[in-house]
């Protein structure tokens, strides 16, 4: 059975740091693009980040310098750490993967392009 599961988020000041993981099981993490997006009320959910298979990186460019995703492919897990962080950053982040096509070259930024999700984890930033 897949699962992806999202942990790390809460409640911080603007500046603060947190590391968001999302554990995965039921497939492998290594030959997957893996991606982070957020959802803020009432907006659309947008791209944060990606990774793939070669563990080459793509970021948005409110995160670029601030942000930054990995993953423990030991562990089978993706990893967010993220620095700097703003009010604008208060959202709820979603782990993503992209897994039935196969080994996964360049990192994906489209919705549609990935089939598996988190639940997803509340960051909410305070001025």
């Known amino acids: 059975q897949v699962q992806m599961v999202e942990s790390g988020g809460g409640s911080v000041q603007a500046g603060g740091s947190l590391r968001l993981s999302c554990a995965a099981s039921g497939y492998t993490v290594s030959r997957s693009c893996m991606g982070w997006f957020r959802q803020a009320p009432g907006k659309q959910r947008e791209f944060v980040s990606g990774?793939?298979?070669?563990?080459?990186?793509k970021y948005a460019d409110s995160v670029k310098g601030r942000f930054t995703i990995s993953q423990d492919n030991a562990k089978n897990t993706l990893y967010l750490q993220m620095n700097s962080l703003k009010p604008e950053d208060t959202a709820m982040y979603y782990c993503a993967a992209r897994r039935l096509w196969g080994y996964c070259s360049g990192p994906r930024s489209r919705l549609n392009e990935y089939d598996g999700w988190g639940q997803g984890t509340q960051v909410t930033v305070s001025s």
């Open positions: 990774i793939d298979a070669d563990g080459r990186t």
